[in-house]
């Protein structure tokens, strides 16, 4: 389906919607100016290793290294605002209240920032911070490590047993958040129509809620400058960007939030 008549078709699909899931990725933020993950170039992981800077063992093998790379992220986060993207979705949940189900994979605040505050964070929470052992006091009635006490430092760690403070995401080869994926499953089941927005499909279980809601019978459509990995997952492909197709295909003037 070329893009003019996806984007139409596309229109009235969400117009007639009663549930809507949207799975978003690193695209969705990147004209916000966070860099994606696989774009040539520009990608985080063609400029950096995954394997030294998103993974348990990379921290622990150099955990001053790890926290400083994240600890410009989160200035780069900081500094970003949510784009006309985010904030079409965010004016659409305060227009349609109850049919707009997020599930990002993006660890930045962004479509928090733009009013999509129950967004389901599948890898995590860059600005969080969560301490890299668990605690062997915690639940025996004597204090934990010190949460708020933490000795300053790159990265901050327990004054008294020494266990470091992390980054609250998901690195590779980590569980997903409790409850998340399951919360994201039954969205993609019990949607009318999913959209895609900003992501190659290269990391799963996220890259399988695409045909999970085909499977269920969600009209799917996938906005991306680029082929991705779940393409084939797709009714319709717009090939486009987050910020310049989201307002057209929601219907809604961001203004109009
Ligand atoms: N609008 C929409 N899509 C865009 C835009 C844009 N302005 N710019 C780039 N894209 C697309 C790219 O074409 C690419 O398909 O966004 C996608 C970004 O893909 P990745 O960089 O692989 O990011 P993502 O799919 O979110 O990665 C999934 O991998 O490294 C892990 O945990 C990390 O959550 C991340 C996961």
Same mark, same amino acid.
Not at 35 to 47: C, M, N, Q, Y
Not at 152 to 166: I, M
């Given at each position: 389906?070329?893009?003019?008549?996806?984007?139409?078709?596309?229109?009235?699909?969400?117009?007639?919607?009663?549930?809507?899931?949207?799975?978003?990725?690193?695209?969705?933020?990147?004209?916000?100016?966070?860099?994606?993950?696989?774009?040539?170039?520009? $990608?985080?992981?063609?400029?950096?290793?995954?394997?030294?800077?998103?993974?348990?063992?990379?921290?622990?093998?150099?955990?001053?290294?790890?926290?400083?790379?994240?600890?410009?992220?989160?200035?780069?986060?900081?500094?970003?605002?949510?784009?006309?993207?985010?904030?079409?979705?965010?004016?659409?949940?305060?227009?349609?209240?109850?049919?707009?189900?997020?599930?990002?994979?993006?660890?930045?605040?962004?479509?928090?920032?733009? $009013?999509?505050?129950?967004?389901?964070?599948?890898?995590?929470?860059?600005?969080?911070?969560?301490?890299?052992?668990?605690?062997?006091?915690?639940?025996?009635?004597?204090?934990?490590?010190?949460?708020?006490?933490?000795?300053?430092?790159?990265?901050?760690?327990?004054?008294?047993?020494?266990?470091?403070?992390?980054?609250?995401?998901?690195?590779?080869?980590?569980?997903?958040?409790?409850?998340?994926?399951?919360?994201?499953?039954?969205?993609?089941?019990?949607?009318?129509?999913?959209?895609?927005?900003?992501?190659?499909?290269?990391?799963?279980?996220?890259?399988?809620?695409?045909?999970?809601?085909?499977?269920?019978?969600?009209?799917?459509?996938?906005?991306?400058?680029?082929?991705?990995?779940?393409?084939?997952?797709?009714?319709?492909?717009?090939?486009?960007?987050?910020?310049?197709?989201?307002?057209?295909?929601?219907?809604? $003037?961001?203004?109009?939030?």
């Amino acid at each position: 389906m070329v893009d003019e008549e996806a984007g139409v078709v596309l229109r009235a699909r969400i117009a007639a919607a009663q549930r809507i899931c949207v799975l978003t990725g690193a695209g969705m933020s990147a004209e916000s100016g966070i860099p994606t993950f696989r774009d040539a170039l520009t $990608g985080l992981w063609s400029r950096f290793d995954p394997a030294q800077l998103a993974s348990e063992e990379g921290y622990r093998a150099d955990p001053q290294r790890v926290w400083d790379w994240y600890a410009e992220r989160r200035e780069g986060v900081r500094a970003a605002e949510p784009n006309a993207g985010h904030l079409a979705l965010g004016a659409f949940a305060r227009q349609r209240p109850g049919v707009l189900s997020i599930v990002t994979q993006n660890v930045d605040d962004l479509h928090q920032r733009a $009013g999509n505050a129950d967004a389901i964070r599948l890898h995590g929470d860059i600005l969080a911070d969560r301490w890299l052992e668990r605690c062997p006091e915690r639940g025996t009635g004597r204090e934990a490590c010190a949460t708020g006490g933490a000795e300053p430092g790159r990265p901050p760690r327990c004054t008294r047993c020494g266990n470091l403070v992390r980054p609250g995401v998901v690195w590779f080869g980590e569980m997903l958040p409790p409850g998340a994926m399951e919360a994201a499953e039954r969205a993609a089941a019990a949607c009318d129509v999913m959209l895609v927005v900003g992501t190659s499909g290269a990391v799963w279980p996220a890259a399988g809620l695409a045909g999970a809601a085909r499977r269920a019978g969600a009209f799917v459509a996938i906005v991306n400058p680029h082929p991705s990995d779940i393409d084939g997952e797709a009714h319709a492909v717009l090939r486009g960007t987050a910020a310049g197709v989201l307002p057209r295909i929601l219907g809604v $003037g961001v203004e109009g939030g």
